[in-house]
Structure formats: structure tokens, C-alpha cells
């Protein structure tokens, strides 16, 4: 198999071995034979010996292997039915035959680990973004073939998720993050800063009457970081790839720890332990939550309620800043052991055209990662998309490098304890940034 580079290599000898010939006169000045230009002509199927751009691109088109088939991993219910889908409308185009398999995005990545050596394992698979630390350490996944196109097209958040040390690996099929949910019967506008949340909720609330008018999960960090991030913190730097730099007890993790201080003084006043999943969504769906953050995994249940609700972006900080919430990223990965790498990388590609996100969203309501579709009138006219996806566009992936398993825990716990007890936030952050340090310090 002649791959893309090898490809590309063979294109520059052949032309610039045309040029040679093109530049050496005959005895009557005149440039090479007629014979040797139509030689040219015929090898690049064109009239003319130099190429059109359109003739370059097919010549620089990667070579699919001949008898190529493929397998599919991808989840069950509307993720399995889009992949039956497409795997049908990429055989009408391209006759290559795919068998779709059921393996979760979050078995996949294990599964490889023996498959994929073994030459069992699917060509392309679907897997979260955080996994793909551990697929490129394992050799088990080859780059995105296409990337400078992904890069241009598709949201900075899926690009950065599904990039490891500089090199694209995914093709991604969908991004979630969390917004601001309020209930359409208490809130006429949706707030456009925290301040005019604090206002709204401190308003409605009744507490003897189990009245809130604000909620979210207070000791989460991938809930705190829209605050965090939006004030200026972060965790890894270097878009979150430099574990020897972490930035949560900096001035910005202070000022989100403050705001979140004042968000339990005015409008909050119950413990960290005693804030669940299960109480806000029976809250809001009774019509005793105003405001809730939270994601798309939330709106099944709702619409189930029958409570009138939307979807808005997170309101602005007191800097002016949006906040910047975490971002997770579905995408699909070309197995490094495929002997098809050409073929599925293909597949991998019309998976994520902007036809096929488009069904995926119409299945199953994911948000579709391509900057196109974001002003896709379908799209635009759903209102929980649409306010997922502004959102989105303000977010960034959460770390994928293996450090930051060890960051979860510590932050949460601070910010529960200041949270409770509303102590001084900076000795309890340097406390944990300590505690992140020597658990690094320790894996190495």
C-alpha cells in the first residue's frame, strides 16, 4: 500500500521529471517533443502535460485498497441505528462492504487492546476523548488523514479533545457540554450575567417551601470550571497537555471559589452533601427550580415531565467573560492494525460529513461538531441545541492526559469544604494543588 506522504513523493518525482524534459531544447530551440508532452498528457489523464488543480487533487487522493471491507463499532439505540445508516449510504458510494457491530464507546478502547493486535478488532470505533491518551501510548490508533480539513471545519473544542502532542487522531461525530436549563414558566429572559441570575434566583426563592431558585453540583469541577476557567484558572496549561503546570489555586481559581461563596450566602444556603442529581431534576420539573446547569443527558427526563424549559449559555461573569465549560468529545478512531487504514479512514470521513452529522442529530439530538451546523436552520430553530451549542463554542475538552485522573478528587473537595464552611479558598486550593503534585510525582 503506497500511503498519503509516499503518495504525495511520487507526484513531486513524476513532475519534476516533466519539467526536466520540458526545459531541454532541440537543435531548433524548441521545446521537447510533441511526443514526450502527449506521454505526459496521457499519464495525467488531461489534454495539457501541466495539471489543473482539480487533476492534482485527484492524483494526491489517497489509493484504497482493492477488496476493501470494514467493521464498525459503535454504541447501541439511535447511535447504532445513524451507524447502520451510514454504512449503508457509504457502500451505495463507494462499494466498499461494512458490517456494523454493537461495542460501547467506552468498552471499545479495552476491547482494542487485544483485538486490535490480534487483527480482530474493528477498522474504526467510536470512543470518548479522554481515552485517547492511552490509544496513542498503545500504538492502537492512526492520525486523522484529513486534519488540516478538521481543523477548519469543525469546532475548536472536538479538534483539541481528539489531538495528542500536536497530531489529530479523531473524527469527531459529537460534543457535549453544560448549560444554563431554566424553567420558561418562572423566567421570562434568561439571565445575561451572574449578577442578574443572583437577582432573579434571590427573588423566587421560598426555602420553607422548598423553593430554589438556583442550583448546580457545588463540589464538581467539571461543573466549577466554567467559573474557574472564565475567571482565568485552568488546570493543565498549554491547552491542558502540560502536567508541570496546573493553574487552580492561581487568582482566577480565588475569584470562582469567591463566586461560589456567594452564590451559598445569597440564593444557596444548604450543604454541599445535601445538593444531588435527583433533587434538582425532581425540583425542577415540580416547578420549585428556577435555574439549574446542567447537560444534555438532563433533557430526556424533562421532556418526559412535560415542564416548559430552555436552554440558554452560561451568563457572563462579573469580568465580562463568558464562562468557559468543560467539553466532552465523541468521535471515531482508525484502528492502527486495519489492513485497511485507507479505506476506513474514508469511512471515518463521509461518517463525519456534514449530511451525516446532520442525521445523527435527527436521530438522536447529538450536537454535531461542524462549524456548518451550527447555522443549519433545522438547528438553529431547536432551542435546547442551539443554546447547547453557543455554549459549546465558548468550551474546552476536558484534559486527556492521563494526569488528570488524579485532579478530580482534590479540587472537588476543596471547593465542597470552602463551599460548607466558607473558609479562606487559597489555602485550601494550594492544599490541593499539593495533593495533585505528589499524586503526579508518585505515577512517574
Same mark, same amino acid.
Given at each position: ?31 521537447a517533443s510533441n511526443e514526450q508532452n502527449e506521454n505526459v498528457s496521457t499519464s495525467n489523464g488531461a489534454e495539457n502535460a501541466e495539471a489543473s488543480p482539480d487533476e ?12 476493501? =471491507? ?63 491518551g492511552s490509544l496513542v501510548a498503545s500504538g492502537l490508533i492512526l492520525e486523522n488523514f484529513y486534519a488540516e480539513e478538521y481543523r477548519e471545519n469543525f469546532l475548536e473544542a472536538s479538534v483539541i479533545g481528539t489531538t495528542m502532542e500536536g497530531v489529530l487522531y479523531g473524527y469527531p461525530t459529537a460534543i457535549d457540554t453544560y448549560a ?224 488528570? =485522573? ?39
Open positions: 500500500m503506497i500511503g498519503r506522504k509516499s503518495l504525495g513523493l511520487l507526484l513531486m518525482c513524476v513532475l519534476l521529471i516533466w519539467s526536466m524534459a520540458a526545459c531541454s531544447n532541440n537543435e531548433n530551440g524548441e521545446s492534482e487533487a485527484v492524483l494526491e487522493a489517497p489509493p484504497i485498497e482493492e477488496d476493501a =471491507s470494514l467493521i464498525v463499532w459503535d454504541n447501541g439505540g439511535s447511535d447504532l441505528e445513524w451507524a447502520q445508516f451510514v454504512a449503508e449510504k457509504f457502500t451505495d458510494e463507494y462499494g466498499i462492504p461494512v458490517e456494523v457491530q454493537e461495542v460501547s464507546q467506552s468498552d471499545a478502547p479495552t476491547k482494542l487492546q487485544t483485538d486490535g493486535p490480534a487483527g480482530l478488532g474493528a477498522d474504526v470505533f467510536l470512543a470518548p476523548h479522554d481515552q485517547i444554563l436549563i431554566y424553567n420558561k414558566d418562572l423566567v421570562e429572559t434568561p439571565p445575561a450575567t451572574m449578577d442578574e441570575l443572583i437577582e432573579q434566583a434571590k427573588a423566587f426563592n421560598d426555602l420553607a417551601n422548598d423553593r430554589y431558585g438556583f442550583m448546580m453540583e457545588v463540589g464538581n469541577l467539571y461543573f466549577l470550571h466554567g467559573f474557574i476557567a472564565g475567571y482565568g484558572g485552568y488546570v493543565f496549561g498549554d491547552n491542558n497537555t502540560n502536567k508541570d503546570d496546573i493553574g487552580l489555586n492561581n487568582e482566577g481559581t480565588v475569584q470562582a471559589a469567591k463566586l461560589m461563596q456567594r452564590i451559598h450566602e445569597e440564593i444557596l444556603p444548604l450543604k454541599n452533601e445535601d445538593i444531588n442529581y435527583g433533587l434538582k431534576e425532581t425540583l425542577f420539573t415540580e416547578g420549585k427550580l428556577m435555574f439549574d446547569i446542567n447537560g444534555p443527558w438532563a433533557i430526556a427526563a424533562l421532556k418526559e415531565s412535560g415542564v416548559s424549559f430552555g436552554v440558554a449559555p452560561l451568563p457572563k461573569l462579573d469580568n465580562g467573560k463568558q464562562p468557559i465549560s468543560f467539553s466532552g468529545v465523541r468521535a471515531y478512531y482508525v484502528n492502527a492494525y486495519s489492513e485497511y487504514p485507507e479505506a476506513a479512514s474514508l469511512y471515518a470521513k463521509f461518517a463525519t460529513s456534514e449530511d451525516m452529522l446532520l442525521k445523527k442529530y435527527e436521530l438522536s439530538g447529538q450536537l454535531p461538531p461542524r462549524k456548518s451546523l451550527l447555522e443549519n436552520e433545522q438547528i438553529k430553530s431547536d432551542e435546547i441545541a442551539s443554546g447547547f451549542l453557543a455554549q459549546a463554542s465558548s468550551a474546552v475538552p476536558m484534559p486527556n492526559i492521563p494526569q488528570m =485522573s488524579v485532579v478530580w478528587d482534590p479540587v472537588g473537595n476543596a471547593f465542597a469544604t470552602l463551599w460548607n464552611e466558607q473558609s479562606d479558598p487559597k489555602p485550601l486550593l494550594d492544599a490541593a494543588l499539593q495533593q495533585i503534585e505528589d499524586a503526579i510525582s508518585l505515577s512517574e
